[in-house]
C-alpha cells in the first residue's frame, strides 16, 4: 500500500533533493476484496466532477496578486504578484482527495508552493491557531494551522502535470488532502493569521468546523464540543 508523497525541487533551477513525506491520514487497511478503503460514505470517480459556488473568475496577472495578511509575525502583510508566486519554491504531492458530495479521486497530482515554505517566508505570530483562506467573490474557508501546515498542504498551481484549467481553481487553489475539498479552495487570492476561529462560507451554511472524512465530518449538527468556534 502506497502512502501519499511529496517531492520537492526550487523553480528555476535543479532539484535540491527529495524531502521525505509523512502522510497526513494513510488509506485505511483492506477488510476485503478492495485493496484500499475509502473513507466512510465515499465512492471513487471515474472522472472528476467540476463543483463550485459562483462564476469561474477571469485572471488578470497584471492585477493579480497573492496577499498573506492577519496576525503575523512581524506586524505586516506578505504581498506576491503573479511572477513572484511563480519564482517561489516548488513541491509535488500526489494523495486522495474527497469530496463531501462523496466521490473520491484516487492519487491526484498536484504541483505548487508548499506551506511549509509560505510559513517560512511569511511567519505567523506565536499565538496564530487559524487561518482563513479567502478566494475571487469573497469565498473563504478556515483551517487549523495544523491542517493549513500539513506537510501535504500546498497552494497549486498544477494537476496531473498541466496548469489547473479555470474550472479547477487556475491560477492557484489551496489543497488539504486530509480533509474534504471544500477546504481545497479554488481562485486563492490571500491568507489569513487568526488567533481565534471562525467560520468560512460554507462553514456558515451548516458544514462541518472541521471536515475530516475519516470521520465523516460533514455537517455542523456532527460537531462535538470543541470542534467549532468558541461562541
Not at 517561489?88 to 504541483?111: G, M, N, Q, S
Request: with cysteine.
Amino acid at each position: 500500500m502506497q502512502a501519499p508523497a511529496r517531492e520537492g525541487s526550487r523553480a528555476g533551477g535543479p532539484a535540491s533533493g527529495f524531502r521525505a513525506a509523512r502522510p497526513s491520514r494513510p488509506r485505511q487497511p483492506s477488510t476485503g476484496d478492495q485493496p484500499d478503503e475509502l473513507p466512510p460514505g465515499q465512492h471513487l470517480a471515474k472522472s472528476w466532477p467540476v463543483l463550485h459556488y459562483g462564476p469561474v473568475p477571469r485572471f488578470r496577472p497584471e492585477c493579480w496578486d497573492l496577499l498573506v495578511f492577519g496576525a503575523t509575525e512581524s506586524g505586516r502583510e506578505h504581498r506576491w504578484d503573479w511572477p513572484g508566486v511563480c519564482d517561489l519554491p516548488r513541491c509535488k504531492v500526489t494523495a486522495d482527495f474527497h469530496c463531501v458530495t462523496k466521490f473520491t479521486i484516487r492519487d491526484a497530482c498536484w504541483e505548487g508552493i508548499a506551506t511549509t515554505d509560505l510559513l517560512q517566508l511569511a511567519p505567523p505570530a506565536p499565538d496564530v491557531t487559524h487561518a482563513m483562506v479567502w478566494a475571487e467573490y469573497g469565498y473563504s474557508a478556515n483551517l487549523r494551522i495544523g491542517d493549513f501546515a500539513d506537510d501535504l498542504s500546498l497552494l497549486a498551481t498544477h494537476l496531473g502535470g498541466a496548469q489547473l484549467s479555470p474550472e479547477h481553481g487556475y491560477p492557484v487553489r489551496m489543497v488539504v488532502p486530509r480533509l474534504y475539498g471544500w477546504k481545497s479552495v479554488k481562485w486563492l487570492r490571500a491568507i489569513e493569521y487568526m488567533t481565534a476561529d471562525r467560520r468560512g462560507f460554507w462553514e456558515e451554511r451548516g458544514y462541518h468546523n472541521r471536515a475530516d472524512p475519516w470521520r465523516e465530518q460533514r455537517f455542523s449538527y456532527q460537531e462535538a464540543a470543541g470542534e467549532g468556534p468558541a461562541a
